[in-house]
Structures are given as structure tokens and as C-alpha cells.
């Protein structure tokens, strides 16, 4: 069993940053590659990030590349988003996710919300 508890979220003007935290509890998350989705009212969900296991391999949907850098710290079992230059459109529910076992595990999310 593994717990994710999301956190960072908040109201950004357009152009700030935000860091979102993924901690993970029950299992060390050092072996599994880790990802980042995002979910706007009215819209599927949609991947935004994913990271390997050791960090050398970081995957970013077109939108968010040269804005967003998702990290690792295993030692602290966490997961980050630094999120620049964000813009209204980046408004959504942020959720990490984990495959542990053959079940894939989620957060409850974080809420981001960017005003123009």
C-alpha cells in the first residue's frame, strides 16, 4: 500500500512560480518511476510529467517544456514539480502517481490556480 499526499498548490498571477510536493508513505518510491497529471473542470485528465526511478530520465508534455522540471529526492521519498512562467491555462488539479505492484496509485491532489 502506498500513500501520496500532494501539496504546493495555490493562486499565482501569470508569470509566478509554483513548487508542488509529492510525499510518499508505505513503500520506498526509489524504484518506480514517478508522474506528475493535471485535471481542469470540465476536462480529462492529462499527463503533465514523469521521472525515471534513479532521476536520469524526465518526460514533459510539449505545453509545459522549458516551464516545468520535475525532480526526485528518494532519501526524503518525495517527488517535486517546479512550475515557472505559468500561465492561466496551467489552472488545474495536480496529481502524482505511482505504479507499485501492477496497481497504480494516486494523490488527492493539489489545487493550482493561475489569474491573468
Known amino acids: 500500500q502506498v500513500q501520496l499526499v500532494e501539496s504546493g498548490g495555490g493562486l499565482v498571477q501569470a508569470g509566478g512560480s509554483l513548487r508542488l510536493s509529492c510525499a510518499a508513505s508505505?513503500?520506498?518510491?526509489?524504484?518506480?518511476?514517478m508522474g506528475w497529471f493535471r485535471q481542469a473542470p470540465g476536462k480529462e485528465r492529462e499527463f503533465v510529467a514523469a521521472i525515471t526511478a534513479s532521476g536520469a530520465r524526465t518526460y514533459y508534455t510539449e505545453s509545459v517544456k522549458g516551464r516545468f522540471t520535475i525532480s526526485r529526492d528518494n532519501a526524503k521519498n518525495t517527488v517535486y514539480l517546479q512550475m515557472n512562467s505559468l500561465k492561466p491555462e496551467d489552472t488545474a488539479g495536480y496529481y502524482c502517481?505511482?505504479?507499485?505492484?501492477?496497481?497504480?496509485?494516486w494523490g488527492q491532489g493539489t489545487q493550482v490556480t493561475v489569474s491573468s
Open positions: 508505505g513503500r520506498t518510491i526509489s524504484s518506480y518511476a
Open positions: 502517481n505511482v505504479a507499485v505492484g501492477g496497481r497504480l496509485y
